[in-house]
């Protein structure tokens, strides 16, 4: 049954994406990914997916040569010989989000696709699904949170995406009303640090009383100082499930952590292995919103769920501008992680294409577990070259959440610890 | 290749054991311990291996149906099953050498040989050897320490085992070299706790002298006070490798560590996850020596190699008198773990029957990591049989090593904190 791995494809594409509001900008007209498709001697395919920013894209293709001759099982000798061919190459990360990039998180965000195409594969093999070989899933249905973005109605010069604005409380309700209605989801997740904190905290109170049964998250990606925080937790007591990163860095969390009545989540300030000790040691978080692709893969993923559970931190799922590949292993992850104790985010209402032919959808707020070998979803190469053409022609090789606003509000900048 | 899970067998067996001398007593003329075999509808078999006190073997034979029609990569659906059936129940530990027992704990050894067993046969289903459903192996050979122990010549009442007494430091010293003469071992751990501290130190410098190239390892099983542990850790500064549960407590091991020059390493306290925050924090340990038998199986020891390197925790392995399908779980464990950081303990040398036609050898110190589908080894029936009828006939049925020990010297107590 060996079926040793004889070439790896690496494919930037671009699809079209919003105009998402944030606090490092607003979403370009095309969001960049990576989609990966390593081949076995037998002529079977595993997919992953990952960012398409310039940088990574280019650490990606000096890495795929080297799985060459891989037992697809061997995702220790892939990390190993990933590591061995990067040498402490670094890929920039221009915005962000996730802090400053380094040696190690570049390698991590390098070998998760891989991993997860080769995971893929080790389904199709074995005909189980990913998530057997992760252990097995815990639950039937992986619920997802509904996410909600200020926007614009359309991109400077563009077409109406059909959302229609949300500038303002009401715009928020109205977009929430409408995702809740086609995709049934049952828990709110609202992107802030666009306003100031009195215009979100608004907000999040006009969706708490538009749609009371619903708890909502707010996230204003590090806008915030401690002082701001503190005041917009208080505010928010008994109206947020939890709060993610209001600010920025681990003791400027922990400080907000100590007083605020709700918990605290990141995807900012714990994003790698080496974040956690000083994390558990301040009390930095109360949940980690993982993601297997900067978390190092979908085992990678496995470990940080088992320390969350092992060290009492709560564990929820963060997501980027994503296709169908990716929100499979999302759902395969969730599916076999124990100590899920939040739905997930996803950006999938935003993205109307996609790379695979039936994508996995969201139903009752829910994704049902797939169980068909690997992850489940099938390539649909005419989306691919379709979407790889449309990043040949959109001009765009990095997200730059913040040039693109500045093209409208020449004086913008990112908003840190802006209030 | 559905293959599902049709009977499960548990075998308690007896084989002969040296008189080894502990803290805790001395080892019995016969060890126990428990066989699962694990069958699927194609006729394969899995094997695990645990420990075969009564108590543990009745919450075994309760868990044991419960696998039936499980496939055999659903582990985390066993163990779900498993805790649903054994609601809480507990399987008291006589000789206590890993703290008291607990549900949580008589869960995670229950759960330990059936894993295995379902990783043996997904690793025959799919050919692959069980390290590479870990990830793979990331070393070819796994380093082991020669295991010294106080002993006498022979059992009351029973012929020379060959191995001849060892009761001050020429003793051990001579045991060090047969043992190292015979399996190459590269480093040395020696069982103390059972006499005075001084005469433990002097044996310690005697090895150091006689094979001053062997590292040493000193675990007296918590048998010292705090103020004893960091006398021997000040006398002993620059001889050991690490000092392996001087005392007893993760608050007690706390104020050694703070003063002791050597690293301390644990098997007594911190056996399960949620030992860890309070050991991170206060800094109890430096080293854990994992054991899936009592950490819940492979997948769950791998957690733990895991949240050692994240926690920088040095990882090394535990060993308790055991067969060769023991034997070849901790290889398959230890091959796949980059967390392991030193040579693994095991009484392999001590036992000289087995269930398994071919036991992995020693050779040089060092295991070589089988790559055979599963875990490599194959059940001798024959020697199943005979070792079971053993079981029956020799009467034991929990180890007591403290009331065996009293047959002798009448007054015997355990030492915890008796120096």
């Given at each position: 049954?060996?079926?040793?791995?004889?070439?790896?494809l690496?494919?930037?594409v671009a699809?079209?994406d919003p105009?998402?509001?944030?606090a490092?900008?607003v979403?370009q007209p095309y969001?960049?990914?990576?989609?990966v498709?390593?081949?076995?001697?037998?002529?079977?395919?595993?997919?992953g997916?990952?960012?398409?920013?310039?940088?990574h894209?280019?650490l990606?293709r000096?890495a795929?040569?080297?799985l060459r001759?891989l037992?697809?099982?061997?995702?220790n000798r892939m990390?190993?010989?990933?590591?061995?061919?990067?040498?402490g190459?670094?890929?920039?990360?221009a915005?962000g989000?996730?802090?400053a990039s380094s040696?190690?998180?570049?390698?991590?965000?390098?070998?998760s696709?891989?991993e997860?195409?080769?995971l893929d594969?080790a389904?199709?093999?074995?005909e189980?699904?990913?998530?057997?070989?992760?252990g097995?899933?815990?639950?039937?249905?992986v619920?997802?949170a509904?996410?909600?973005?200020y926007?614009?109605?359309?991109h400077p010069?563009g077409e109406p995406?059909?959302?229609?604005?949300?500038?303002?409380?009401?715009?928020i309700v109205?977009?929430?009303?409408a995702?809740?209605?086609?995709?049934?989801f049952?828990?709110l997740?609202l992107k802030?640090g666009?306003?100031?904190p009195?215009a979100?905290?608004?907000?999040?109170r006009?969706?708490?009383?538009?749609?009371?049964d619903?708890?909502v998250r707010?996230?204003?990606n590090?806008a915030w100082?401690?002082?701001t925080?503190?005041?917009?937790?208080?505010e928010?007591?008994?109206?947020?499930?939890?709060?993610e990163?209001?600010?920025?860095?681990r003791?400027a969390?922990?400080?907000v952590?100590a007083?605020?009545p709700m918990?605290l989540a990141?995807?900012m300030?714990v994003?790698?292995f080496?974040?956690l000790?000083?994390?558990?040691?301040?009390?930095?978080?109360?949940?980690?919103?993982a993601?297997?692709?900067y978390?190092g893969?979908?085992?990678?993923?496995?470990?940080?769920?088992?320390?969350?559970?092992?060290?009492?931190?709560?564990l929820?799922?963060?997501?980027?501008?994503?296709?169908g590949?990716?929100?499979?292993?999302m759902v395969h992850?969730?599916?076999a992680a124990?100590?899920?104790?939040y739905?997930?985010d996803?950006?999938?209402p935003?993205a109307?294409?996609?790379v695979v032919?039936?994508?996995?959808?969201i139903?009752?707020?829910?994704?049902?577990?797939?169980?068909?070998?690997?992850?489940?979803v099938?390539?649909?190469e005419?989306?691919l070259?379709r979407?790889h053409?449309?990043?040949?022609?959109?001009?765009?090789t990095a997200?730059?959440?913040?040039?693109y606003?500045?093209t409208?509000r020449?004086?913008f900048?990112?908003?840190v610890?802006?209030?």
């Open positions: 049954m060996a079926d040793p791995i004889t070439d790896v690496v494919t930037p699809f079209a105009p998402l509001l944030n490092a900008g979403h969001a960049l990914r990576a989609v498709r390593v081949r076995t001697a037998s002529g079977r395919t595993g997919l997916e990952t960012y398409g920013d310039a940088p894209l280019a990606l000096r795929a040569p080297v001759g037992d697809v099982f061997d995702t990390v190993a010989r990933v590591a061995a061919e990067l040498r190459a670094d890929a920039p990360d915005h989000l996730t802090g040696p190690t998180k570049s390698l991590a965000r390098v070998v696709p891989f997860v195409a080769m594969l389904g199709q093999l074995t189980r699904p990913v998530h057997a070989l992760l097995g899933k815990v639950r039937d249905a619920p997802f509904a996410y909600l973005f926007k614009w109605e359309r010069g995406d059909g959302w229609g604005a949300a500038l303002d409380p009401d715009g109205a977009q929430a009303r995702m809740v209605a086609r995709y049934g049952g828990s997740k802030g666009v306003f100031p009195d979100e905290i608004a907000a999040v006009a969706l708490r009383t538009a749609l009371p619903l708890p707010l996230d204003p590090a100082t401690v002082r925080s503190l005041r917009v937790a208080r928010l007591d008994g109206d947020l499930q939890y709060l990163d209001p600010t920025a860095g003791q969390m922990a400080r952590a007083d605020a918990p990141t995807n300030c994003v790698a080496d974040h000790p000083e994390a558990v040691r301040l009390g930095s978080v109360q949940v980690i919103l993601d297997h692709h978390w893969g979908l085992r990678a993923s496995m470990r940080l769920a088992a320390m969350c559970e092992t060290f009492g931190i709560g929820s799922m963060h997501s980027n501008s994503h296709l590949i990716s929100l499979a292993a992850l969730a599916a124990p100590a899920l104790s739905p997930c996803t950006h999938t935003w109307v294409d996609d032919t039936s994508p996995l959808s139903v009752d707020g829910s994704v049902r577990v797939p169980d068909a070998p690997g992850l489940g099938t390539l649909d005419a989306a070259d979407l053409r449309q990043y040949l022609e959109c001009g765009i997200r730059d959440d913040a040039g606003l500045r409208v020449t004086d900048r990112r908003q610890a802006a209030w």
